[in-house]
């Protein structure tokens, strides 16, 4: 079945430092959206890719959808203590309903 | 406004014992999920439903039931609770793939001890 990999799994960055995780799927993905955990909570949608190629921007963050559509990323600018947490990239399975995710990379950040 | 809740939020049980997680969405969503997060293992996904009576395995559903009655429900059973199941489980519903608003919402979780 369809896999999400993900990495790093850890990184740790010094405030105002980028940071950058990646996701790759052994199958072309529909779309792929990306999640994020603070330490205690649950996980929260930040974003859907769709388009080969996309490039999305919220701010600090941009995210992007590889031109096969198996692979994507989150940047983030100059890293602030509230981006600390847990980012999860996920992809739909077999059915397209159902999302599976990556292991996730878990951003601490050293003000 | 529309939410999903999980109840109980903590639960210690002892190995053997049957156990029901609830899960109760007010989005008025089709799709249902529960999944189980684990250190290094990110979230994963245990059984799923896309609407009433309907209900599928994913990939760790060995040892746990789930059923749907009704749009709002999906509680999650596991009939004899092994000490492999201690995790942190997450319950969350979404809209219908094509809707263009597959978003998942989660509820807060139920951290399950198995002792």
């Known amino acids: 079945g369809q896999q999400v990999m993900q990495i790093p799994q850890y990184q740790h960055v010094q405030e105002g430092e980028d940071f950058t995780t990646y996701c790759n799927s052994s199958t072309t993905l529909s779309n792929i959206q990306w999640y994020k955990q603070r330490p205690g909570g649950h996980p929260v949608f930040l974003i859907q890719?769709?388009?080969?190629?996309e490039v999305k921007k919220q701010k600090r963050l941009t995210f992007q959808f590889g031109e096969a559509k198996k692979n994507s990323s989150l940047h983030i600018t100059a890293t602030q203590t509230t981006d600390v947490g847990t980012y999860f990239c996920?992809?739909?399975?077999?059915?397209?309903?159902?999302?599976?995710f990556g292991a996730g990379t878990r951003l601490t950040v050293k003000p | 406004d529309a939410e999903i809740t999980q109840s109980p939020r903590h639960k210690i049980i002892e190995t053997g014992r049957q156990v029901t997680l609830a899960c109760h969405q007010t989005w008025n969503h089709n799709n249902m999920f529960w999944y189980r997060q684990d250190l290094g293992h990110g979230l994963r996904l245990i059984h799923y439903?896309?609407?009433?009576?309907?209900?599928n395995k994913g990939e760790v559903s060995d040892g746990y039931s789930v059923s749907r009655s009704n749009t709002e429900d999906l509680p999650l059973t596991l009939e004899s609770a092994a000490s492999s199941q201690t995790s942190v489980y997450f319950c969350?519903?979404?809209?219908?793939f094509g809707t263009g608003n597959e978003k998942l919402f989660f509820g807060s979780g139920t951290q399950l001890s198995v002792l």
């Open positions: 439903s896309y609407g009433v009576h309907d209900t």
């Open positions: 969350a519903s979404s809209e219908s």
């Open positions: 890719l769709v388009k080969s190629g």
């Open positions: 996920a992809g739909p399975g077999s059915h397209n309903n159902d999302m599976r």
